[in-house]
């Protein structure tokens, strides 16, 4: 495969880097939203604190990371925006295995923003070429 033949275009990557920066900022919400209904409100807890939300969360990290930065990787050849974004997704990972509470939530909020960070450096490496 030559170094322009991508299966998604520049546009397609360019949004799904958008998509995911988007993905990160409602899982941030989300962590915030649960700290303070849950706790602030007694509410919610049930849903908020599934497992099910952070795997499925991360499950879509991890696929539209791979998609945009992965092949952003391949076509400019900067490995900054793709080491960033593992960082960021090994984060989110671990805060799947530990108990619900300041630990998950500082791991998954260093792993939504190194991910963001990612996918803005994706962005930029893009826009150099």
Do not use: Y
């Not at 849950?38 to 696929?63: M, Q, Y």
């Amino acid at each position: 495969m030559q170094k322009t033949d991508f299966p998604i275009r520049p546009e397609g990557r360019r949004r799904l880097d958008h998509l995911g920066i988007g993905i990160a900022g409602l899982c941030a919400l989300h962590c915030l939203a649960t700290v303070i209904v849950v706790s602030g409100l007694g509410l919610g807890g049930h849903f908020l604190l599934a497992p099910e939300i952070h795997r499925v969360g991360l499950a879509l990290a991890l696929i539209i990371a791979a998609a945009a930065i992965g092949w952003g990787a391949l076509k400019h050849s900067n490995l900054a925006p793709f080491v960033v974004a593992v960082m960021g997704l090994t984060f989110m990972g671990g805060a799947l295995v530990v108990p619900h509470g300041d630990g998950e939530l500082t791991l998954t909020f260093i792993g939504v923003t190194l991910v963001s960070i990612g996918h803005l450096l994706n962005l930029r490496a893009r826009a150099t070429l």
